[in-house]
């Protein structure tokens, strides 16, 4: 459509040229009558004529769709955070452990919980009984995902306890006594509670050792392990952690950037972590429980 633009002279008195002359009807002449106005047409027979509705002849269903008697939405359920448990021996109960609690409390939908004893393990339960203990804290947090991180010191005889006699390590019965525990161990954490469904567990494979002896015993107890978490379904994951620790050729990486510096991953000993090697592999290890969980995977910016 093309809008006619109208130009208008300049405001201001018009002179005599600019005025048109005025012709004055004589004084005794009979006015003229206003013409008739013209009438309205008629709508023609496809035009639509809108009309006001009466009240009184509204159907129901129009009050309904003017919104006045939409009751709004209910709120949304606040959203229950993850309960994650931390259990373990001296990796779980030093650096790493407190480390990972740490990141993983940090998620507005994680609340992160840690049991943890050095030198403990399932072979002795004279020592530290986890089995008493896993029963305990099962009840009293009530967790959605169970992380395990122990096993280092259970390359030794398993003594006699409630009943059973005494296991030689390197005997044939070993392999077979230390998986019944594992296994005990497994149900009190996976078994139903109040308010509670029954938890998952994460078993995080023991990292690959300096030691030649030490990675022998570790090679057998991690076989266990993993046997005894498969063996759980949908309900096990068993998460080895020495891919994150090695490199290509598969040895032990000695250093690796943290926190934008090469820093040195493993203490003297060779085995318990640096606080940087703690940071390191908390970093690999957490993603997976934010999938464990099924909780989004966080940006990397």
């Not at 003017?66 to 001296?90: C, F, H, M, N, Y």
């Not at 203490?267 to 640096?274: A, I, P």
Request: hydrophobic share 40%; net charge negative.
């Amino acid at each position: 459509m093309l809008t006619a633009i109208a130009c208008s002279e300049p405001s201001g008195a018009a002179t005599t040229a600019d005025v048109a002359p005025v012709a004055h009807a004589p004084a005794d002449a009979e006015p003229e009558a206003a013409p008739a106005p013209e009438p309205a047409p008629e709508p023609a027979a496809d035009d639509t004529v809108l009309a006001a509705q009466d009240p009184a002849t509204a159907s129901p269903g129009d009050e309904a769709e003017t919104g006045a008697d939409i009751e709004p939405p209910e709120p949304a359920a606040p959203i229950e955070p993850k309960r994650v448990l931390i259990v373990g021996s001296s990796l779980a109960a030093t650096g790493f452990g407190a480390v990972l609690e740490d990141k993983l409390d940090a998620h507005p939908n994680i609340d992160c919980y840690r049991k943890a004893k050095s030198a403990s393990g399932l072979a002795r339960p004279d020592f530290f009984d986890w089995e008493d203990q896993s029963k305990r804290q099962v009840e009293f947090r009530k967790p959605d995902l169970v992380i395990v991180f122990m096993g280092a010191n259970d390359g030794q005889d398993i003594p006699p306890w409630r009943g059973q006699g005494r296991v030689m390590w390197g005997s044939e019965d070993w392999s077979a006594a230390y998986r019944t525990r594992v296994d005990d161990f497994l149900t009190n954490l996976t078994t139903p509670v109040e308010d509670q469904d029954g938890a998952h567990v994460m078993w995080l494979g023991l990292p690959k050792m300096p030691s030649p002896s030490l990675e022998r015993k570790l090679t057998l107890i991690r076989g266990v392990h993993e046997q005894a978490v498969q063996a759980l379904g949908d309900a096990g994951i068993y998460l080895d952690t020495t891919p994150y620790l090695v490199d290509e050729a598969g040895q032990l990486l000695r250093t690796a950037k943290v926190r934008g510096k090469d820093q040195e991953l493993r203490s003297e000993d060779g085995v318990h972590f640096t606080m940087s090697g703690c940071e390191f592999l908390a970093d690999k290890i957490y993603p997976e429980v934010l999938t464990a969980l099924g909780l989004p995977a966080e940006s990397s910016e």
